[in-house]
């Protein structure tokens, strides 16, 4: 069965702090690996990776996609209180039409 | 503008009843999907759908029912059969399934 684990699940920092954050998967026939930023309501869209695109950057977020370890992680450095977010990790696997999404990462930046 | 709208924003419902969440796109994508999301929790996958008149079963499909005759429209119909409803309910669209999917701002559903 397809299967996408995010570690941690919630994470508290403080302002300044450089967080990482992790997406391991099991999914036949990768496809691609996704990450969203939810604050209140709808997902906002972060990053796509896949086997011709490894690694993503956009200010103080990247992410690198490990095709070996199954896994992708997600850094954010120098974080703001507007980082604070669920952090979701998706993969795209087969030609299912469709996202496993993980559990998603609460984190939390403090002042 | 492009988008999704989802409506309506707020739902409450009485036990027993059916109730239908609205979801419209202009975005011309084939693709679409609704979620659930429990408090701390990522999104099960309820219904999607990858084409016109053609849907599949999520993970989570028991008590839940969807239509698909427009592009544009997506609606999910929660039955009296779902035994939890209360919940957060996104649904999303992508131009093929597999890609970038981009979200409605979601309904909260409370059961009283």
Same mark, same amino acid.
């Given at each position: 069965?397809?299967? %996408?684990?995010?570690?941690?699940?919630?994470?508290?920092?403080?302002?300044?702090?450089?967080?990482?954050?992790?997406?391991?998967?099991?999914?036949?026939?990768?496809?691609?690996?996704?990450?969203?930023?939810?604050?209140?309501?709808?997902?906002?869209?972060?990053?796509?990776?896949?086997?011709?695109?490894?690694?993503?950057?956009?200010?103080?977020?990247?992410?690198?996609?490990?095709?070996?370890?199954?896994?992708?992680?997600?850094?954010?450095?120098?974080?703001?209180?507007?980082?604070?977010?669920?952090?979701?990790?998706?993969?795209?696997?087969?030609?299912?039409?469709?996202?496993?999404?993980?559990?998603?990462?609460?984190?939390? %930046?403090?002042? | 503008?492009?988008?999704?709208?989802?409506?309506?924003?707020?739902?409450?419902?009485?036990? &027993?009843?059916? +109730?239908?969440?609205?979801?419209?796109?202009?975005?011309?994508?084939? $693709?679409?999907?609704?979620?659930?999301?429990?408090? &701390?929790?990522?999104?099960?996958?309820?219904?999607?759908?990858?084409?016109?008149?053609?849907?599949?079963? &999520?993970?989570? $499909?028991?008590?839940?029912?969807?239509?698909?005759?427009?592009?544009?429209?997506?609606?999910?119909? +929660?039955?009296? $059969?779902?035994?939890?409803?209360?919940?957060?309910?996104?649904?999303?669209?992508?131009?093929?399934?597999?890609?970038?999917?981009?979200?409605?701002?979601?309904?909260?559903?409370?059961?009283?």
């Amino acid at each position: 069965e397809d299967k %996408v684990v995010q570690s941690p699940l919630s994470l508290v920092v403080h302002e300044g702090d450089t967080v990482t954050l992790n997406c391991s998967y099991e999914v036949t026939n990768f496809r691609s690996l996704l990450w969203y930023k939810q604050e209140k309501k709808a997902p906002t869209f972060l990053f796509m990776l896949t086997s011709s695109g490894i690694e993503k950057k956009s200010g103080r977020l990247s992410s690198i996609l490990d095709k070996k370890e199954l896994s992708s992680i997600l850094n954010i450095t120098a974080t703001q209180t507007g980082d604070s977010a669920i952090y979701l990790c998706a993969v795209a696997g087969s030609n299912t039409g469709k996202l496993i999404f993980g559990q998603g990462t609460t984190l939390q %930046v403090k002042p | 503008d492009g988008g999704i709208t989802q409506s309506p924003k707020y739902l409450f419902r009485k036990e &027993g009843q059916n +109730v239908t969440l609205s979801c419209e796109q202009n975005l011309n994508h084939d $693709a679409m999907y609704w979620y659930r999301q429990d408090p &701390g929790q990522g999104l099960r996958l309820i219904y999607y759908s990858q084409i016109v008149n053609d849907f599949q079963k &999520g993970d989570i $499909a028991e008590g839940y029912s969807v239509s698909r005759e427009k592009k544009e429209s997506f609606p999910l119909t +929660v039955t009296s $059969a779902q035994k939890n409803p209360t919940a957060f309910y996104l649904c999303a669209s992508s131009i093929d399934g597999g890609n970038e999917q981009f979200f409605g701002p979601g309904t909260r559903l409370t059961v009283l």
